[in-house]
């Protein structure tokens, strides 16, 4: 697969992209090291899956930033709701601001498109950010202006229901986390034998096992099935404390904004091909320029 902007195109992306700050982190974590050592691997972002996986990058006059999200259809990407909302202003950004570079690596992509429409959680509390009351619902949709997903392809998605999650914890089952973690802001790597371990507050939250740091934020935690990769959930935060003293990782599962996902893909897209039991195969690129 070819990169498909522009050469001058390129190189002025690559140029905002080296002044970005890697921001925003869980302010709760900020100043702690990961729980887990960032062992993962880099993979060619030209390539899907991965390409299907971009930088959200806030660019403004008083903000810089980044996080992950990943392409669930021709327009929409699954993001972090934090990395959305700008605490100076207690308010969500621009979507104007919002650019979407899918399958980056060092200055190169895939395909780019600035957002049409952010729709962050509606339980997101944005003042309060970090804290865990706000972890359930640290999780948005972004709708792009282009489509994109045609060009890097997209990711499908699975709500898998409590009693497949139950069977998943005492299986072997691994998962893949893709992102762009800041200790490795412009290459996108994957930990590739990560685990569900828990299910908290009823379901709401996971506790998982894969490896991240800040950046890692509202990057997808995928599962393989029959040839399709598919989102199951959102990383959200690391070194959340639980009861029993211990810490973990959190990710947002599909099924807790599943509703309003499947209408945003009914809005941008003439024929989603949803499937029974919530779910949506994924797609590999399309349309190459």
């Keep these: 697969m070819k990169f498909l902007a522009s050469a ?15 921001h925003p982190v869980r302010a709760d974590q900020a100043d702690q090291a ?11 972002a030209a390539q899907y899956p991965w390409s299907a996986v971009g930088r959200i990058n806030i660019s403004g006059v008083a903000t810089r930033s980044h996080c992950t999200g990943a392409l669930i259809g021709e327009r929409l990407v699954v993001t972090a709701a934090h990395c959305l909302y700008y605490r100076q202003t207690n308010r969500y950004v621009s979507p104007d601001l ?5 399958g980056y690596q060092q200055g190169e992509f895939v395909a780019h498109s600035t957002a049409f429409q952010i729709l ?8 309060l950010w970090a804290d865990p009351s706000n972890m359930e619902h640290d999780w948005a949709l972004i709708i792009l202006n282009d489509p994109i997903g045609l060009q890097a392809g997209f990711l499908g998605y699975q709500a898998l229901d409590e009693a497949t999650l139950g069977n998943m914890l005492s299986s072997e089952k691994y998962f893949f986390l893709s992102g762009y973690p800041g ?3 412009h290459a996108i790597s994957v930990d590739e034998a990560c685990r569900i371990e828990g299910i908290l507050n009823a379901g709401v939250l996971l ?5 991240i740091v800040g950046g890692d934020s509202g990057a997808p935690l ?8 598919q989102v199951v959930a959102l990383n959200s935060a690391t070194n959340v404390s639980l009861s029993d003293g211990s810490v973990t990782n959190t990710a947002v599962p599909v099924r807790t904004f599943l509703d309003l996902v499947e209408r945003a ?10 499937l029974p039991g919530h779910r949506r195969l994924g797609r590999p690129p399309t349309a190459v320029n």
Excluded: K
């Design 34 to 44: 990961p729980i887990v050592p960032l062992t993962r691997t880099i993979v060619d």
């Design 265 to 274: 893909l009914r809005h941008t897209e003439a024929d989603p091909q949803i």
């Design 183 to 185: 200790t490795r802001a």
């Design 8 to 22: 001058t195109y390129r190189a002025a992306l690559s140029l905002l992209m080296a002044f970005m700050i890697v």
């Design 120 to 127: 962050p959680a509606p339980g997101f509390v944005g003042e």
């Design 207 to 211: 506790s998982h096992s894969c490896a």
């Design 98 to 102: 919002v650019h979407f570079v899918a």
């Design 222 to 229: 995928i599962m393989e099935q029959g040839g399709s990769h």
